[in-house]
């Protein structure tokens, strides 16, 4: 079947239905679907305020709260419900800003070459001359802690994987015959960039995201952890594992919220390979160039 | 010149050009600060004072412009002074020297403990592909990429140490020990050179937890690139040629296609290292382990910021200099990088 399909020479912009007939791709994207779910209602289906101190401290999962009381006496079912809609949006508004800001640098460094693409390229070697949650730690910490700092730290130190994939396959791409007729058709570079070379770059820059997505996931809850994302008494993921870390014989606080990252960075890992597995060969090696 | 002389020099200047990016960054970032700086020094009433406040600025080099400043501080780094630590009074240099040889030490035996189990699964997964071995193994390291490694720290922390008891839970060596004299800060090390094996099982059991679950999320990514990097070996010509020409497969398998892998698997060890870095900043806390990780830990908490930026100091230059490393091994296992 898949070899049937390749010998098709149609554009693959839209990789995603087939990829999501891998079986793991499937369940990964239900996964997803439940906590989009999940998120989008949470204000109806979580039994109690996420906020409200309104029950016993550090009550034991199974009583009247699901999944047991923090500290406080805040319901942790509500609040790992709740922590989706933090998690998630800022995750995708991540990846997505960090995507689109790196795809159009890298474009511009391997479309335009010289002094653009050695300015552009060397600044995006700094970045990845650090461990990603160590520059975004930095960043975040000089900027004081909030959920807005904390996205700025993290597009910061993404957008260099979405710029070295799409630089590379500019560059190859404007050979093209048709990019060159076209620019001597009269075609400005600006349009023929983004007419004639980006759909070349679409595909595998937006396969670079999914598979980062995860990544991001994790990313952020750690700066959240830390103390540098979300600020008392919001209900994010990491922050409420960070509660743990002070009351651990009280297993359930840590362990709920961080089985929330899990299957949220297992669910978007699994619709990432498939998609990458979708990808042919090429594309998929220039795609893993620009994982951290 | 030799290609291979070249190769290392040119990997050398590289180095050296982004360690001096990093002191950028940080000193940029220091420089970012929204709160003021010098009200953060001096505290609340002494910079009430515009005399003292001057003075101070003055005395520090803040009336300069901002290049001579980055100059100056570049000095300071250079002689060892990064700052005072607002939280502890104590300067961050003095607490770096003293946490490292920690870290490194839990680093190093996570990523051994990495390198050996990942390339195993890899290597057992590639060999028995589309078996269920290999899809035991390719869950197995997705969870270990997937999970939080804060998250999974504070599980077995809770399961192995606080339920069972099987192993010592926190610090370096049970309380009331003596550490061995100090050589290379390594406890293990150091205890062996001095003789003193009571101290080596002290030391060694209380590295086994944290090691493990630092090790979990670099295993997970090190079985991945180790399984594809051993299949596309296993359909070279060299293996097939091995394999026709009679050889036992465990021959080929360890003479043949885990030396043709090996090559490539090295390209991501400076990955790993710096996932295991990440790892350590988080988890240490949980471990009450005394090492950068928990410095930074604390200083984030705290929001010492001289503190923190000591740590992206030190682990930028390590990673970097394991990067360096790393490319130096490549260069000399495999030939046609010199050439490149």
Do not use: C
Not at chain 1, 134 to 160: D, E, K, R, Y
Not at chain 2, 57 to 83: C, I, S, W
Not at chain 2, 117 to 130: D, K
């Amino acid at each position: 079947m898949t070899a049937v399909e390749n010998t098709r020479s149609r554009p693959r912009r839209f990789a995603l239905p087939k990829a999501l007939r891998s079986p793991l791709g499937v369940i990964g994207a239900s996964i997803i679907a439940v906590w989009v779910v999940a998120a989008v209602l949470a204000p109806w289906i979580a039994p109690a305020d996420p906020l409200a101190q309104s029950f016993p401290r550090l009550q034991e999962p199974g009583g009247t709260n699901i999944l047991g009381t923090d500290a406080v006496g805040r319901d942790i079912l509500s609040r790992v419900i709740h922590g989706a809609r933090i998690s998630l949006p800022l995750a995708l508004l991540v990846v997505v800003s960090s995507m689109i800001l790196g795809t159009v640098l890298g474009a511009i460094a391997g479309y335009f070459g010289k002094v653009l693409d050695e300015v552009i390229m060397r600044v995006a070697d700094l970045v990845f001359a650090f461990p990603t949650i160590i520059l975004a730690l930095v960043i975040a910490a000089a900027l004081g802690p909030s959920l807005t700092n904390a996205f700025i730290a993290m597009l910061v130190v993404s957008w260099p994987g979405y710029a070295r994939v799409a630089r590379s396959l500019v560059m190859v791409a404007r050979q093209n015959e048709y990019v060159v007729a076209g620019r001597l058709l009269g075609a400005s570079a600006l349009t023929s960039l983004w007419r004639d070379v980006l759909p070349n770059v679409i595909s595998p820059v937006l396969v670079l995201a999914t598979l980062n997505v995860g990544a991001a996931i994790l990313e952020l809850s750690g700066l959240s952890f830390l103390g540098l994302g979300a600020v008392p008494p919001l209900a994010d993921w990491g922050a409420m594992v960070s509660d743990g870390v002070h009351q651990f014989s009280s297993w359930w606080i840590a362990l709920f919220p961080g089985l929330a990252i899990l299957t949220v960075v297992v669910a978007f890992n699994l619709v990432g390979d498939s998609l990458r597995d979708s990808l042919d060969p090429t594309m998929a090696k220039a795609v893993n160039g620009g994982k951290r | 010149m030799h290609p291979l002389a070249r190769y290392l020099l040119t990997r050398l200047g590289i180095g050296v050009v982004l360690a001096f990016g990093i002191t950028l960054v940080t000193f940029t970032l220091a420089n970012l600060v929204p709160g003021d700086p010098v009200q953060a020094a001096l505290g609340e009433q002494a910079s009430a004072n515009p005399a003292i406040v001057q003075q101070f600025r003055e005395d520090m080099g803040l009336d300069k412009p901002l290049p001579v400043q980055y100059v100056t501080y570049l000095g300071n780094l250079l002689q060892g002074d990064f700052g005072v630590s607002v939280q502890t009074r104590t300067p961050v240099a003095l607490e770096l020297q003293r946490a490292f040889p920690a870290t490194a030490e839990l680093a190093t035996a996570a990523i051994l403990l990495s390198i050996l189990v990942g390339i195993g699964l890899g290597l057992m997964a590639a060999l028995r592909r589309g078996k269920t071995v290999d899809h035991v193994i390719r869950l197995v390291s997705l969870l270990g990429i997937s999970a939080p490694t804060f998250w999974l720290a504070l599980v077995a922390y809770y399961v192995v140490f606080y339920q069972l008891r099987l192993l010592p839970g926190s610090g370096r060596l049970s309380p009331g020990a003596v550490p061995p004299p100090n050589v290379t800060g390594f406890y293990t090390i150091d205890s062996v050179l001095a003789g003193q094996w009571a101290t080596f099982g002290d030391a060694l059991s209380h590295l086994i937890l944290p090691g493990t679950v630092l090790a979990l999320s670099t295993i997970g990514l090190l079985t991945r690139f180790a399984r594809s990097s051993v299949l596309d070996v296993l359909s070279l010509d060299y293996v097939r040629a091995a394999r026709a020409k009679g050889l036992p497969s465990s021959a080929v398998t360890l003479r043949y296609v885990l030396r043709g892998a090996l090559v490539p698997i090295i390209t991501v060890l400076g990955i790993a290292f710096g996932s295991l870095l990440s790892g350590a900043v988080l988890t240490e806390k949980v471990f009450a382990w005394h090492g950068i990780g928990e410095y930074a830990y604390n200083g984030a908490t705290r929001l010492d910021l001289p503190a923190v930026m000591g740590v992206g100091l030190v682990v930028g230059i390590t990673y970097i200099l394991i990067n360096l490393a790393v490319d130096v091994l490549y260069g000399f296992l495999d030939p046609r990088v010199r050439r490149a």
